[in-house]
């Protein structure tokens, strides 16, 4: 629960110029692009840096202006197919004193490549989706 309107919550999601603010893994880098408010189809870029710098690119395939938020991410070029296809998801609830919100990890849609390694990193993800969320509602309620 976050003590904030789904509207100031949803706002700082779709807006990827603001990713790098809320991500709580410390590999999103800053985004590429404008800062154009996201909707449904939109399509940006992220620099990262795990161990190594790296690029990704996402299209937004869920779209609920002030609830739902996702996005799929894969690589930039031709071989990206073959690396990515996870899901982030953001659904936003109002509740009384504020919202509920729920960050989801999908990687059913995940390369085959990629998706054993990806899978292996699940403990460390949902530590870092806890940093995500706790850095959102510091954000929204500073």
């Not at 739902?68 to 930039?76: K, M, S, V």
């Not at 004193?97 to 460390?124: F, H, M, N, Y």
């Amino acid at each position: 629960m976050i003590p904030a309107p789904p509207e100031t919550i949803f706002a700082l999601l779709a807006d990827p110029s603001r990713h790098q603010e809320i991500d709580g893994s410390g590999s999103v880098r800053g985004a590429k692009g404008g800062s154009q408010r996201l909707v449904l189809g939109s399509t940006f870029g992220m620099s990262m840096k795990m161990g190594i710098p790296y690029s990704m690119v996402s299209t937004v395939v869920e779209f609920d202006d002030n609830r739902r938020i996702a996005w799929q991410t894969r690589g930039p070029t031709r071989l990206g197919r073959w690396a990515g296809g996870r899901i982030w998801r953001y659904e936003i609830e109002p509740v009384d004193g504020g919202s509920l919100v729920r960050e989801s990890w999908d990687i059913s849609q995940e390369s085959a490549i990629t998706k054993p390694l990806v899978r292996k990193g699940g403990a460390k993800t949902r530590e870092n989706m806890e940093k995500t969320l706790a850095r959102i509602e510091q954000i929204t309620t500073g």
